[in-house]
């Protein structure tokens, strides 16, 4: 069972800086995990993927956070990171880290349907 937990949601004004992380159980370095990426979801909405990092090296974000949000991964701690910048009321939402074993296609890395892990959530509020 690969645990993760979420750390570092808070409260901050329009157009300011959050930084989330996410400590799983599994290695990241080592491949036991392949995938690993952040989602949220806001009151009545659906949950959206943001950013997702695999053990290969390859990237992706949501359009919405494009420029603004940076994923990043710490393999000595195990650590995923989620460095959000010019945050915007609309970022507003519980954010949940999710992990896989197993890779997927460009096209459904931002579906959470790939991914069989989640943390908690931690929760994320921008104020105008």
């Known amino acids: 069972l690969v645990r993760l937990v979420e750390s570092g949601g808070g409260s901050v004004q329009a157009g300011g800086s959050l930084s989330l992380s996410c400590t799983t159980s599994?290695?990241?370095?080592?491949?036991?995990?392949?995938?690993m990426a952040w989602f949220r979801q806001a009151p009545g909405k659906e949950r959206e993927g943001v950013a997702t990092f695999d053990t290969y090296g390859r990237i992706t974000y949501a359009d919405s956070v494009k420029g603004r949000f940076t994923i990043s991964v710490n393999n000595a701690k195990n650590t995923l990171h989620l460095h959000m910048n010019s945050l915007a009321p609309e970022d507003s939402a519980m954010y949940y880290c999710?992990?896989?074993?197993?890779?997927?296609?460009?096209?459904?890395?931002?579906?959470?349907?790939?991914?069989?892990?989640w943390g908690q959530g931690t929760q994320v509020t921008v104020s105008s």
């Open positions: 999710a992990a896989d074993r197993l890779p997927t296609i460009a096209a459904l890395r931002l579906s959470s349907s790939e991914y069989a892990y």
């Open positions: 599994d290695a990241i370095a080592n491949q036991t995990l392949c995938c």
